[in-house]
């Protein structure tokens, strides 16, 4: 199998930056440089700087398509393949294919040629990327057709973004660079507004960006780079589940808003110590807020909050770090020394913290004692001990004689309480052990020796020690229950997030690893099935997050299982007994995850034969009659013109000849009818829009009515704008809805024809003075095989509406009924406004999307 090639992908900001021409640039540079370089596809729109741009490079010929009566042409894959060019270059990558093609979309066929090992340099606008589309529409007025999914562009080697000013591009425009004269003021005034193109510009380059942060992250990921490199803005604001959380997360907004494109993360540590335990509503409420305000809610568990916070930064990349001033009074902090702020500011290194002020500050409660007694506490228990018992003798020593063995006893026991609450067990027992040395030294008679003369010291001395060692072994055993309880209580809040994202419906199996990722510590997350029940089988990814080296379970710090032949692996650190339950709980969604979207698929998969079982069993149903009357008709027509027992006049024999012609006619709309209807429900219709004038559409609807349409009136203005539609099924439509208005149309009241625009939007009205629709019945009227009352058979089998809606909607426009003022029904047809924007009407040998562009 040969190396999968490499693509470059030429992003523009807007159309007619200049694309195509960088394109060809680099093309003619690697040829000089003596790189196979072929054109498999460019579309030049006759510019004459482009068209220069093209010496010297061998262009593969396109491929002639026949479709609906004209021809187009396409890139020719094979051909491409066959001349096997060290690089293609491969115009407009959102192009959709004349339909037949092996491809429905240009960028399916750049990467059957990336497969083959061809390199491809291609081109695309940023209104043409999936994610984006809908804000694109929102901001130029113009629905964007023709898209690719920002995965494939991402996963280009190289993305260069060809840039120019609004200003200097409608220059261009208004010099005639880009399109035909008779089209520039059109442009100038609509999609090439200056707020358009400037607003296009930004969105190129936040996309870029975003794209280059996550090159950026995944090299210093590879090369184990922790300290912060300010990049690019990213702003983390911890939360507690405190009162104060939207305040923080607001301020935190307002922060990462003052640099453009800057990010927002919120970030909970679910912990062991701190004023309260984490209010799940608060929490919930403020994971709302944060994502409304456009940013990302994190959950991470840790038993040193000021750590996980800046582990949690660096890992991110964070410039900025927003914390609440302390709720703690000031005996509180006095009690149990520096707090959170002021630990995280001591080791912040290159991250600026943020002390956000709020009303609760002060108001805190006693923190409680810390649960998890780490080694540097247990040093600091050894050494106060070590210290205590020369202080404490040298004082009870320099005392008068009215202190006996009692009062010392008791003083060391003291001793020994305080160095149990520092440094737990081990240091309180050596001190108990060393006191009860120096007791028996110093304070119990006879003093100076190790000798005990009376059995009541030996007796205090014994208590002391038992004392001691109870006192400590409480103390100590109280720390750990604090510290399973703190870590019970991370697991909880851990398991609630999980359980709220399943009760929200969540289905994004990426994010659920990136939760466990970030949760527990971890460099990667990945989810891996087994590709045959086989064990020497290959493991596959079905999804991933962070940075993942090994591809088999056994290579990985740790995995869960979360099924047969499924398993969650985890590369970072090695698990704890308690975290790998808890990744548990993880893995087990995650695989429900993937089940529910297979049988998902499934379900969609059986959806289209479902509905096709419903539509074979409505026609059983509706179209006997409608299928037998024109074909008894035109059966029993022939059959008298056969007839040598009947000598028919001439008049006779043309009146029997019309009956068949008019019934066989009547049965061939109804097959077609049936076919469209049928492609429609299999969504296999092909659908080719482009703009176009309603007067190309209209005479040709009349002209198919039985009487050519002379009863209809038809005012459509001369200066109603095209619209993006396709020729022929428009046409089924306004030929459906004018017949069924001549059917229900009085005498003497003519269906009229008419059309404005509105807004993107063209209305296209169809006007009858019948007896109308009652409002309740409106949308019944559009199911097929349905007719107003369904007593009548003998006006056809009912396909006419629900065919004329379905076509309608799959041009992107919309079919609705209206009441007639004063009676009668409307049906009004809206379409999408053609505009002159990056599609071009095609002319006959060519097909054309996207404009391709030349610089000045």
Same mark, same amino acid.
């Given at each position: 199998m040969s190396k999968?090639?490499?693509?470059?992908?030429?992003?523009?900001?807007?159309?007619?930056?200049?694309?195509?021409?960088?394109?060809?640039?680099?093309?003619?540079?690697?040829?000089?440089?003596?790189?196979?370089?072929?054109?498999?596809?460019?579309?030049?729109?006759?510019r004459k700087n482009t068209?220069?741009?093209?010496?010297?490079?061998?262009?593969?010929?396109?491929?002639?398509?026949?479709?609906?009566?004209? +021809?187009?042409?396409?890139?020719?894959?094979?051909?491409?393949?066959?001349?096997?060019?060290?690089?293609?270059?491969?115009?407009?990558?959102?192009?959709?294919?004349?339909?037949?093609?092996?491809?429905?979309?240009?960028?399916?066929?750049?990467?059957?040629?990336?497969?083959?090992?061809?390199?491809?340099? $291609?081109?695309?606008?940023?209104?043409?990327?999936?994610?984006?589309?809908?804000?694109?529409?929102?901001?130029?007025?113009?629905?964007?057709?023709?898209?690719?999914?920002?995965?494939?562009?991402r996963a280009a080697d190289q993305i260069e973004l060809v840039d120019m000013t609004p200003e200097a591009l409608r220059r261009r425009m208004a010099h005639g660079n880009v399109y035909a004269a008779d089209k520039v003021d059109a442009a100038l005034g609509n999609y090439f507004r200056v707020g358009n193109l400037s607003a296009l510009r930004e969105l190129a380059l936040l996309w870029l960006a975003d794209r280059v942060d996550a090159g950026l992250q995944q090299y210093r990921a590879q090369h184990d780079i922790d300290s912060t490199w300010e990049a690019r803005e990213r702003v983390v604001v911890a939360l507690t589940g405190g009162p104060e959380g939207e305040t923080l997360i607001r301020r935190a907004a307002r922060i990462a808003a003052r640099s453009s494109g800057g990010d927002l993360l919120a970030v909970h540590v679910a912990r062991s110590d701190g004023l309260t335990?984490?209010?799940?509503?608060?929490?919930?409420?403020?994971?709302?807020? !944060?994502?409304?305000?456009? =940013?990302?809610?994190?959950?991470? !568990?840790?038993?040193?909050? &000021?750590?996980?916070?800046?582990?949690?930064?660096?890992?991110?990349?964070?410039?900025?770090l927003v914390l609440g001033g302390s709720r703690r009074s000031r005996f509180g902090t006095a009690f149990s020394g520096p707090g959170i702020g002021a630990t995280?500011?001591?080791?912040?290194?290159?991250?600026?913290?943020?002390?956000?002020?709020?009303?609760?500050?002060?108001r805190g409660r006693l923190p409680r004692t810390q649960g998890s007694l780490s080694k540097r506490r247990k040093i600091q228990g050894f050494v106060l001990g070590i210290v205590l018992? &020369?202080?404490?003798?040298?004082?009870?020593?320099?005392?008068?004689?009215?202190?006996?063995?009692?009062?010392?006893?008791?003083?060391?026991?003291?001793?020994?309480?305080?160095?149990?609450?520092?440094?737990?067990?081990?240091?309180?027992?050596?001190?108990?052990? =060393?006191?009860?040395?120096?007791?028996?030294y110093f304070f119990t008679p006879p003093t100076g020796t190790f000798t005990i003369a009376e059995f009541n010291n030996v007796l205090a001395l014994v208590i002391f020690i038992l004392v001691a060692a109870m006192v400590s072994s409480?103390?100590?055993?109280?720390?750990?229950?604090?510290?399973?309880?703190?870590?019970?209580?991370?697991? +909880?809040?851990?398991?609630? $997030?999980?359980?709220? +994202?399943?009760?929200?419906?969540?289905?994004?199996?990426?994010?659920?690893?990136?939760?466990?990722?970030?949760?527990?510590?971890?460099?990667?997350?990945?989810?891996?099935?087994?590709?045959d029940d086989d064990p020497g089988a290959v493991w596959r990814p079905l999804a991933s997050a962070g940075t993942l080296t090994c591809t088999r379970?056994?290579?990985?710090?740790?995995?869960?299982?979360?099924?047969?032949?499924?398993?969650?692996?985890?590369?970072?650190?090695?698990?704890?007994?308690?975290?790998?339950?808890?990744?548990?709980?993880?893995?087990?969604?995650?695989?429900?995850l993937v089940d529910k979207a297979r049988l998902s698929e499934v379900a969609a998969e059986a959806k289209p034969l479902a509905e096709a079982d419903k539509l074979r069993t409505a026609l059983l149903r509706a179209v006997g009659h409608d299928l037998r009357t024109p074909l008894a008709s035109a059966k029993a027509a022939v059959t008298s013109l056969r007839s040598e027992d009947v000598e028919w006049t001439e008049s006779e024999r043309k009146e029997l000849l019309e009956?068949?012609?008019?019934?066989?006619?009547?049965?061939?709309?109804?097959?077609?009818?049936?076919?469209?209807?049928?492609?429609?429900?299999?969504?296999?219709?092909?659908?080719?829009?482009? &703009?176009?004038?309603?007067?190309?559409?209209?005479?040709?609807?009349?002209?198919?009515?039985?009487?050519?349409?002379?009863?209809?009136?038809?005012?459509?203005?001369?200066?109603?704008?095209?619209?993006?539609?396709?020729?022929?099924?428009?046409?089924?439509?306004?030929?459906?809805?004018?017949?069924?208005?001549?059917?229900?149309?009085?005498?003497?009241?003519?269906?009229?024809?008419?059309?404005?625009?509105?807004?993107?939007?063209?209305?296209?009205?169809?006007?009858?003075?019948?007896?109308?629709?009652?409002?309740?019945?409106?949308?019944?009227?559009?199911?097929?095989?349905?007719?107003?009352?369904?007593t009548d058979n003998t006006v056809g089998v009912g396909l006419g509406l629900a065919l004329a809606r379905g076509l309608t909607e799959a041009m992107h426009g919309t079919l609705q009924p209206e009441e007639t003022p004063g009676g009668g029904l409307t049906m009004v047809v809206s379409l999408p406004r053609a505009t002159v924007d990056h599609s071009d009407l095609p002319e006959p040998g060519t097909r054309e999307r996207s404009q391709a562009e030349d610089p000045q």
């Open positions: 999968r090639g490499h693509l470059r992908v030429y992003l523009g900001a807007a159309p007619g930056v200049g694309k195509t021409y960088k394109m060809l640039g680099e093309g003619q540079r690697r040829r000089v440089r003596g790189t196979d370089v072929a054109i498999g596809f460019v579309e030049t729109h006759g068209d220069e741009m093209l010496a010297g490079l061998e262009l593969v010929p396109r491929k002639i398509m026949d479709y609906r009566g004209a +021809s187009f042409t396409e890139m020719d894959l094979d051909a491409v393949l066959a001349r096997r060019p060290a690089v293609a270059l491969v115009d407009e990558m959102a192009h959709t294919n004349v339909p037949g093609s092996r491809h429905e979309k240009r960028w399916q066929d750049i990467d059957e040629l990336l497969n083959a090992g061809i390199d491809v340099i $291609t081109t695309v606008n940023i209104q043409h990327l999936e994610s984006i589309n809908d804000v694109v529409e929102k901001i130029t007025g113009v629905p964007q057709h023709e898209t690719v999914p920002d995965r494939v562009v335990g984490a209010n799940p509503a608060k929490l919930a409420q403020q994971r709302e807020l !944060v994502e409304k305000l456009g =940013g990302t809610y994190h959950q991470i !568990v840790g038993d040193n909050v &000021p750590e996980a916070l800046l582990a949690f930064a660096k890992a991110e990349n964070a410039t900025q995280t500011i001591r080791n912040s290194g290159d991250i600026d913290v943020h002390i956000v002020t709020h009303a609760e500050i002060g018992q &020369p202080v404490l003798a040298l004082l009870l020593g320099l005392g008068d004689d009215s202190l006996n063995l009692t009062s010392n006893v008791l003083a060391f026991l003291l001793a020994v309480v305080v160095v149990a609450l520092v440094g737990g067990m081990w240091p309180a027992l050596v001190t108990a052990v =060393g006191g009860s040395v120096v007791l028996n409480v103390v100590d055993r109280a720390a750990r229950r604090t510290r399973q309880a703190a870590r019970a209580a991370a697991e +909880s809040e851990t398991l609630a $997030t999980l359980a709220g +994202s399943v009760l929200r419906g969540e289905t994004a199996l990426q994010a659920l690893l990136e939760r466990v990722r970030e949760a527990f510590g971890m460099n990667g997350a990945c989810l891996m099935e087994l590709a379970p056994e290579e990985a710090d740790a995995e869960i299982p979360a099924r047969d032949g499924l398993v969650l692996v985890l590369q970072g650190r090695q698990l704890v007994a308690d975290e790998r339950r808890l990744v548990g709980a993880f893995a087990a969604h995650a695989a429900a009956t068949a012609d008019e019934s066989l006619d009547r049965l061939s709309r109804l097959v077609d009818n049936l076919l469209d209807l049928s492609r429609l429900q299999a969504g296999v219709l092909p659908i080719f829009t482009r &703009p176009m004038a309603l007067d190309e559409i209209i005479p040709a609807a009349l002209a198919e009515q039985e009487d050519g349409g002379a009863r209809v009136t038809v005012d459509i203005p001369e200066t109603l704008p095209m619209i993006d539609a396709d020729p022929a099924l428009l046409e089924r439509v306004i030929t459906n809805l004018v017949g069924n208005a001549i059917r229900y149309s009085p005498q003497g009241e003519a269906p009229l024809v008419t059309g404005s625009a509105l807004g993107d939007t063209v209305e296209i009205r169809v006007i009858d003075r019948g007896p109308g629709i009652p409002p309740a019945d409106r949308d019944r009227v559009f199911a097929p095989f349905q007719r107003l009352g369904d």
